[in-house]
Structure formats: structure tokens, C-alpha cells
């Protein structure tokens, strides 16, 4: 499964070079985009990574626009996040990109193994999750599910 991940993000990152953002800033967009106004902290958590690595690519993505921060009210000393109007366009554009993906790597199947595997994959996924973030993970699992985010969303 690990290998078959590997080959999906390195399809998906070919594929994307078009947005001129990384596979890990998609991630964040993405991320960020059901979850406005969590702290940074707390997206690291989601997203799986180290603060340290968050605040460094959250510097760079707010230098150049996407993101801001803004003052938590109940926490001086925490920031919060929140997309800018300049990063909502690109959301649909990696939407795209990740439809693309997913056309692409499931071309192999039919119409119902294709909805077989997406099914199983949402129930190991459903298992081994050790948390739920506050919106579904539209961002990671909407390659796998080929649905639109307000699809995921109103499913739950």
C-alpha cells in the first residue's frame, strides 16, 4: 500500500506542476480549506508533520499570499489560520488536478471495481484513523472517492 501511495503522490505531482505549488502545499490548502481558523499547531497534527516544518511553509505561503494569520482571540500568543481570497481559485484548480490523477490511476478498472476498491480503502481507512478532524479530509481522500468536497461533506 505504501508503494502504491508513493506512485499516486509522484502522479499526482507530475500532474500538478501546472498549479506551481508543491504536493505539500496542496496538502495545506486543502487542509486549511476545512479547518479555517485552527492554529498551527494543530493543522502540523493533521497533516502528519513537524511545527517546525509547518511554520516554515506557512511563512513561505503567506509571503506569497495564500494564507494569513490573524490573532487568536482566546490566546495571545497563538495565531490562527484562515485561506486568503487570492488561494480560493487554486482550490478548484487542485480539485482538477487531483480528478485528473484519479482518472488516470483507476483507468485500469471497471466502473464497479473502481467503487469496490474506493469502498474498501475508505474502510481501512476508517479503522486505522486515531483521530477526525473536524471536517473530513476531503483533500487526501477525494482522489480515492471522486466526489466534490460538498458531496463529502453532506455525506456525513
Not at 14 to 26: E, I, S, V, Y
Not at 77 to 86: C, E, G, P, V
Not at 108 to 134: F, K
Amino acid at each position: 500500500m505504501h508503494d502504491v501511495a508513493r506512485l499516486y503522490g509522484r502522479r499526482f505531482d507530475r500532474n500538478g506542476r501546472r498549479l506551481g505549488l508543491t504536493r505539500a502545499q496542496c496538502r495545506t490548502l486543502g487542509y486549511l480549506a476545512r479547518n479555517e481558523g485552527i492554529n498551527q499547531a494543530g493543522l502540523a497534527d493533521l497533516l502528519e508533520i513537524r511545527p517546525m516544518t509547518l511554520v516554515r511553509q506557512i511563512d513561505r505561503m503567506q509571503e506569497a499570499g495564500w494564507i494569513e494569520r490573524r490573532p487568536d482571540p482566546s490566546d495571545r500568543r497563538a495565531r490562527r489560520l484562515f485561506l486568503t481570497d487570492k488561494a480560493r481559485p487554486v482550490l478548484g484548480r487542485i480539485w482538477d488536478v487531483s480528478s485528473e490523477t484519479q482518472d488516470q490511476v483507476l483507468a485500469s478498472l471497471s466502473p464497479d471495481e473502481a467503487e469496490q476498491l474506493i469502498d474498501l480503502l475508505r474502510r481501512v481507512h476508517g479503522a486505522m484513523a486515531d483521530r477526525t478532524p473536524a471536517r473530513p479530509l476531503a483533500a487526501t481522500l477525494r482522489p480515492l472517492m471522486g466526489k466534490s468536497p460538498a458531496v463529502v461533506e453532506g455525506s456525513r
